[in-house]
């Protein structure tokens, strides 16, 4: 089984981020995405490279941190995706305009459960159960949200015997932060960070603009040793598709 992350930038290339452009709401007294300006950025080219890459890669479970639903799109990111014959369940998908991680599976049995952060920022993580194993496809945010982390922590405590996999944008780049800091703690539970386990670099670059390592793979030792390879892939970083390498698992 091949798990593919990546955040693609609510494909947005290299260069545009929808964070970056907001417009005062009056009717809710504070700034708010505008998701007008956003749907006329060209996003045709990285949609396009975005469709090639995942056929290239062959993945049996792809995560997209910061995918993107809004009526105000010309296209339909998510149905073009279910075209390559990839499924997804119809709950994810928030209603309105959102930035959201999203999971896709192809051509398996695969149970949607309450992810560990169910009811708290939820649009952020997905949990599925594939191939026996728990799939957490997540999205940490920046700024080390102690109750997101929290709930990750205890899901991950209650599961260390289980075959579970945290994967995605996890924004662990600083030790002095609580992103960084959980996962180094959840190796105190038996977790491995699967990159630097099989012998890579800690530093290795995923993201362009701060150049750290923000994408994981985290995986429980009930599972660390089915793991045949793991890949940071910057391809989607060098050919201008999005500001983040991808995360390749293997699982056997």
Known sequence: MRILSININDFGGLENHLMEHKKYNAWVGRECIDWKYWSAIDKDVVFNKFLNYIEDKQPDVLIVNEMIVSPLERIDFISKIEEMGFSYFDET???????????????????????????????????????????????????????????????????????????????????????????????????????????????????????????????????????????IDPMPMDCGMTDHAAVIIDVV
């Open 93 to 231: 998908i928030p209603s309105g305009k959102y930035s959201f991680t999203m999971m896709f599976y192809k051509n398996m049995k695969c149970t949607l459960f309450a992810s560990p952060n169910s009811g708290y920022r939820e649009n952020r993580s997905i949990l599925y159960f594939v191939e026996g194993i728990y799939v957490n496809g997540t999205h940490f945010p920046q700024e080390s949200d102690t109750k997101f982390l929290n709930a990750v922590e205890m899901f991950c405590k209650a599961r260390k015997n289980d075959k579970v996999i945290i994967i995605g944008d996890l924004n662990a780049n600083d030790v002095s932060r609580g992103n960084k800091q959980l996962v180094e703690r959840l190796k105190t539970y038996g977790y491995e960070d699967v990159w630097v386990q099989k012998g890579n670099p800690d530093d290795t670059v995923t993201e362009a603009k701060y150049r750290g390592r923000l994408d994981y793979a985290i995986a429980s030792e009930a599972v660390y040793a089915s793991i045949s390879n793991m890949e």
